[in-house]
Structures are given as structure tokens and as C-alpha cells.
């Protein structure tokens, strides 16, 4: 541990208990010497939060100061969990806020629902720490916008988890679709059909289970009764927790045909369908079916899912079709090929593509974590910035919005960050926090 460093936090990071913002810190710059050990903590422990937290104790350079959830049995499991597998011994905190105060911390892992995310980076770029934010960036367009506005204000660091971005599969799909081998890309069909979103059976309202604190689950969501169907790994089908399939996925999805392009404009224009049409007996608001267009100047993106099967075009329950005017791309995350139309051009395309493949003895997470740490060390930009993760997380938010609203079809002022003539749809751009929790500024 470098003393400089840490005593120079220790002095900025001041934190305000309570549910009021924490106060400015100024540090940015990096002091790590190139052996140093990066201290983290984990918010949010159940599953993919700490299944990427293994990811960095695996890397050798992290040590975990602290893991948070406001499930008791689960901090219980995840402490026994590290302390047999990594010889780690956290503090274990039950809010996040305590965590925070731990001015020896350098970076935070964020792996709570999708309507915690806002606040619980906001609270810790104003805490000084680096962010692992896991996908969708945020609930809403809104948040998201709060979220890069602190990012930048408090120079923090902020990895988003779509991991694909560190794919050596995708990133060999998109050197071969650039190098302009399949000519000019002008339509990204994409799907992902899934189970799991349906969500799980109807149940009624039950007991708090013991050692849950639900209203912190809860947050700045609305107040209701404790239900396990929208409860831990349910939560995703419920607007006030995620957006279901559209957004779940849709920020890994169209991320690759937003990168195809290297596309970073916010979409001008969206058409969507979504309703829930079958498994009636599921308990879920988001939609089990939906078809969603984005047009573009040059090119379209045309998304659907329809949650409850698990297959799809070319025998895959999810894909990308990259379509370029001489050949096709149809990539997974484990997997891309060419097909040209006949078995000699694709046999004769499929022999170029293999000298872009890549490969990597990591996993995609496992990439994405060093991609983290290393951007920790040298302060450049991570391989998906929170510029990248808004960006896809406004096209997947547009596509629920238009459905929810019955619009239809909407259209997006950048520049007011507002839809042309909806106020339903601008309503929805920021949901309404529960008094404790609000925002006023970052
Ligand atoms: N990158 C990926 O491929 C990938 C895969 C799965 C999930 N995810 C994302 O990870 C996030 C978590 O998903 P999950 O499947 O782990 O959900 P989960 O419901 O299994 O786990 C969420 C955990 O957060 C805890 N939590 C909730 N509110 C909290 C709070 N205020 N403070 C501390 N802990 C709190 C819960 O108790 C639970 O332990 C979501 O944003 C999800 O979209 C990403």
C-alpha cells in the first residue's frame, strides 16, 4: 500500500451518512507502482457479482476489503466462499453507503438489479472509487445520463460489464466485418430468445425472509409487499427493477452492431412492438414478444425476441446477422462464420476469416476485469466506457418505451434529450425515486 496515496483519499473523500450525496472528492490521477495490489468491494453478491469478483481475485493483483448485500444468508455464503477459495477475509456490510467509507478502497464491483445501478456509482464516484458497473448501465435513460455526468465530474474510471467488448470472438467478427470483406453493412438482425423470460410463476405476496432488509432492496423503487417472483433473479421482468429481454440482452446485442460501425450516435428514430401475448400463468410486466426497427442514416437494426422458447435462425436461440452486400457474418458469443450464398464463395470467404480470428485463455469477463484493473493503473479509457454502455442502454430503454407507451414509433431530440411530441414516452425517461433516495444533482 502506497501512503501518499491512500492518505491523500483519506483526506478528500469525505462521506455524508444517510441517504444525502456524498460530498465532492478531486483525486483522479493514478499512484499505483506497477506490482501494487488494487483494493476492492463488492455491492450486490448473489450471482454475477460475484462470479466476477472471483474473476478479479483471480487475476493475483486484487485484494477484497469488502463484499455488501442486504441478504445476510448470502453475505454469509459469499464470506465462507472467499475465505476457502482466496484466503480472503472482507468486512462484511449490510449497506453500501458503510462500504463506501472505506477510505483504503480503490474500486467498487457493482452487481445489484438494474434500479440500484444510478445511485450506487453516483455515491461511489463521489467516494473516489473506480467503477465495475454491471449491464444495462442504468433503468433509465435518465440515470444513465446522471451516471456519465459524475463519471466525468469525479474522473473516475468506470468499466461497464458487457463483457463482449473484450471477446476475442466478437473482436475477431469485427475486425473481419471493417476490413470491409462482406462490402458495405447495411442491416444487423438480431435476436435472443430465452426461457427465463417469461419470469417465474405466479406466487402470492409472502413474509420478508429473515435477514433480508427488503426495503433497502427496494431503494429508490416504489413501496410494495415482499414477493419472491420479483425477488432475487426475478427482478429483471418487473419495470421498476429492469426492462426484461429488451434490455437484458438487447445492451450486449446491439452493442455489437453499434461496434460493427463504430457507431456512437443515440438513435434518432425507433419503431417497436412488445406485448405480453402467452404463459399467462408467468408472473412479469416486460415483454415476452417483441420486433423492434432502428433506422439509421446508412444502415438498420432490426431486433425480436420471444421469451419462453430458446431457439432461433441458424439453430441459435440468440445471434447477430451482420449483412454486408457481398456476405453475412452470423456470430454468437462463442462463434462467427461467413456464409456467401454457395458453397465455393463461402468456402473461399471462410479461409480469409481465419486469419482475424483471436483467442484468449481468459474468459470474456476475465478479459474485461484486466481490461479494468490495468485502466485503474493507467487512467486511459476501459474497453466499454460508460460513453459506450449509456449510449446502448438508450436504444434498448427507446425500444420498452415505445412499446410501453403504445406509441409505436417515437423519435429523440439528442440535443434536449427528450422524444419529439410524447409526454408519455418523456415520462418514462426518468422514473420517480422514492423521497429518501432522490437525486438532486451528482
Ligand atoms: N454481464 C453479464 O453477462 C451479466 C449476467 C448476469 C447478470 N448481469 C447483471 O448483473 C446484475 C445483477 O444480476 P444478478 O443476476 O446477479 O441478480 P441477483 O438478483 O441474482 O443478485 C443481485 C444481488 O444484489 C443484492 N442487492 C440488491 N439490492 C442491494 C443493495 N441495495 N445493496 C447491496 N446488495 C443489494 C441482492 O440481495 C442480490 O444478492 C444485473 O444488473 C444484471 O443485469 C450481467
Redesign the pocket.
Same mark, same amino acid.
Given at each position: 500500500m502506497e501512503p501518499s496515496r491512500r492518505a491523500f483519499i483519506k483526506r478528500s473523500a469525505l462521506f455524508t451518512a444517510g441517504a444525502s450525496l456524498l460530498s465532492t472528492v478531486s483525486w483522479s490521477g493514478s499512484h499505483f507502482s506497477a506490482n501494487e495490489k488494487i483494493n476492492v468491494g463488492l455491492? !450486490?453478491?448473489?450471482?454475477?457479482?460475484?462470479y466476477v469478483l472471483r474473476e478479479f481475485l483471480q487475476t493475483g493483483g486484487v485484494n477484497c476489503l469488502g463484499i455488501?448485500?442486504?441478504?445476510q444468508k448470502?453475505l454469509d455464503e459469499k464470506a465462507a466462499a472467499l475465505k476457502k477459495e482466496f484466503q480472503q477475509m472482507p468486512r462484511l456490510y449490510?449497506?453500501?453507503r458503510s462500504m463506501l467509507e472505506d477510505k483504503d478502497m480503490d474500486a467498487v464491483i457493482i452487481?445489484?438489479?438494474?434500479h440500484?445501478?444510478c445511485l450506487?456509482t453516483v455515491y461511489a464516484c463521489q467516494a473516489g472509487k473506480d467503477v465495475y458497473v454491471?449491464?444495462?448501465l442504468a433503468n433509465s435513460i435518465g440515470e444513465c445520463n446522471l451516471m456519465l455526468e459524475a463519471a466525468r465530474k469525479y474522473n473516475r474510471i468506470v468499466q461497464v !460489464?458487457?463483457?463482449q467488448r473484450s471477446s476475442p470472438v466478437w473482436q475477431g467478427a469485427m475486425d473481419y466485418i471493417k476490413s470491409g470483406q462482406i462490402g458495405k453493412l447495411r442491416k444487423v438482425n438480431i435476436w435472443a430468445n430465452f426461457h427465463y423470460g417469461i419470469g417465474a410463476e405466479k406466487q402470492t405476496d409472502e413474509a420478508v425472509p429473515q435477514g433480508?432488509d427488503f426495503d433497502?432492496?427496494l431503494?429508490p423503487a416504489p413501496d410494495r409487499g415482499f414477493n419472491p417472483t420479483r425477488?432475487?433473479?426475478?427482478?429483471?421482468h418487473f419495470w421498476d427493477y429492469?426492462g426484461g429481454l429488451m434490455t437484458?440482452w438487447g445492451v450486449?446485442l446491439l452493442d455489437m452492431a453499434l461496434w460493427a460501425k463504430d457507431d456512437t450516435s443515440e438513435p434518432e428514430r425507433i419503431m417497436a412492438y412488445g406485448k405480453n401475448l402467452s404463459f399467462e400463468e408467468h408472473s412479469r410486466e416486460t415483454y415476452d414478444t417483441m420486433s423492434v426497427i432502428f433506422p439509421k442514416n446508412d444502415y438498420v437494426i432490426n431486433w425480436q425476441h420471444a421469451a419462453g422458447h430458446q431457439s432461433g435462425p441458424y439453430d441459435m436461440p440468440y445471434g447477430v446477422e451482420f449483412i454486408g452486400d457481398r456476405a453475412t457474418v452470423v456470430a454468437d458469443r462463442g462463434n462467427w462464420s461467413v456464409k456467401t450464398g454457395d458453397a465455393a464463395g463461402t468456402a473461399e470467404a471462410m479461409s480469409v476469416a481465419e486469419t482475424y480470428r483471436k483467442k484468449s485463455s481468459h474468459s470474456d469477463?476475465g478479459n474485461h476485469v484486466r481490461d479494468f484493473l490495468e485502466c485503474i493503473k493507467s487512467r486511459r479509457t476501459p474497453s466499454c466506457s460508460i460513453e459506450t454502455g449509456r449510449n446502448v442502454a438508450l436504444y434498448a430503454h427507446m425500444a420498452n418505451i415505445a412499446a410501453r407507451t403504445g406509441e409505436g414509433s417515437l423519435e429523440w431530440r439528442p440535443g434536449s434529450q427528450s422524444f419529439s411530441g410524447s409526454r408519455a414516452a418523456n415520462g418514462l425517461v426518468m422514473p420517480a425515486y422514492r423521497k429518501a433516495w432522490r437525486l438532486s444533482s451528482v
Amino acid at each position: 500500500m502506497e501512503p501518499s496515496r491512500r492518505a491523500f483519499i483519506k483526506r478528500s473523500a469525505l462521506f455524508t451518512a444517510g441517504a444525502s450525496l456524498l460530498s465532492t472528492v478531486s483525486w483522479s490521477g493514478s499512484h499505483f507502482s506497477a506490482n501494487e495490489k488494487i483494493n476492492v468491494g463488492l455491492i !450486490g453478491c448473489r450471482n454475477q457479482g460475484f462470479y466476477v469478483l472471483r474473476e478479479f481475485l483471480q487475476t493475483g493483483g486484487v485484494n477484497c476489503l469488502g463484499i455488501c448485500d442486504i441478504d445476510q444468508k448470502i453475505l454469509d455464503e459469499k464470506a465462507a466462499a472467499l475465505k476457502k477459495e482466496f484466503q480472503q477475509m472482507p468486512r462484511l456490510y449490510k449497506d453500501f453507503r458503510s462500504m463506501l467509507e472505506d477510505k483504503d478502497m480503490d474500486a467498487v464491483i457493482i452487481g445489484t438489479p438494474d434500479h440500484w445501478h444510478c445511485l450506487q456509482t453516483v455515491y461511489a464516484c463521489q467516494a473516489g472509487k473506480d467503477v465495475y458497473v454491471e449491464k444495462p448501465l442504468a433503468n433509465s435513460i435518465g440515470e444513465c445520463n446522471l451516471m456519465l455526468e459524475a463519471a466525468r465530474k469525479y474522473n473516475r474510471i468506470v468499466q461497464v !460489464g458487457q463483457q463482449q467488448r473484450s471477446s476475442p470472438v466478437w473482436q475477431g467478427a469485427m475486425d473481419y466485418i471493417k476490413s470491409g470483406q462482406i462490402g458495405k453493412l447495411r442491416k444487423v438482425n438480431i435476436w435472443a430468445n430465452f426461457h427465463y423470460g417469461i419470469g417465474a410463476e405466479k406466487q402470492t405476496d409472502e413474509a420478508v425472509p429473515q435477514g433480508v432488509d427488503f426495503d433497502l432492496w427496494l431503494g429508490p423503487a416504489p413501496d410494495r409487499g415482499f414477493n419472491p417472483t420479483r425477488f432475487h433473479g426475478n427482478w429483471w421482468h418487473f419495470w421498476d427493477y429492469g426492462g426484461g429481454l429488451m434490455t437484458d440482452w438487447g445492451v450486449h446485442l446491439l452493442d455489437m452492431a453499434l461496434w460493427a460501425k463504430d457507431d456512437t450516435s443515440e438513435p434518432e428514430r425507433i419503431m417497436a412492438y412488445g406485448k405480453n401475448l402467452s404463459f399467462e400463468e408467468h408472473s412479469r410486466e416486460t415483454y415476452d414478444t417483441m420486433s423492434v426497427i432502428f433506422p439509421k442514416n446508412d444502415y438498420v437494426i432490426n431486433w425480436q425476441h420471444a421469451a419462453g422458447h430458446q431457439s432461433g435462425p441458424y439453430d441459435m436461440p440468440y445471434g447477430v446477422e451482420f449483412i454486408g452486400d457481398r456476405a453475412t457474418v452470423v456470430a454468437d458469443r462463442g462463434n462467427w462464420s461467413v456464409k456467401t450464398g454457395d458453397a465455393a464463395g463461402t468456402a473461399e470467404a471462410m479461409s480469409v476469416a481465419e486469419t482475424y480470428r483471436k483467442k484468449s485463455s481468459h474468459s470474456d469477463v476475465g478479459n474485461h476485469v484486466r481490461d479494468f484493473l490495468e485502466c485503474i493503473k493507467s487512467r486511459r479509457t476501459p474497453s466499454c466506457s460508460i460513453e459506450t454502455g449509456r449510449n446502448v442502454a438508450l436504444y434498448a430503454h427507446m425500444a420498452n418505451i415505445a412499446a410501453r407507451t403504445g406509441e409505436g414509433s417515437l423519435e429523440w431530440r439528442p440535443g434536449s434529450q427528450s422524444f419529439s411530441g410524447s409526454r408519455a414516452a418523456n415520462g418514462l425517461v426518468m422514473p420517480a425515486y422514492r423521497k429518501a433516495w432522490r437525486l438532486s444533482s451528482v
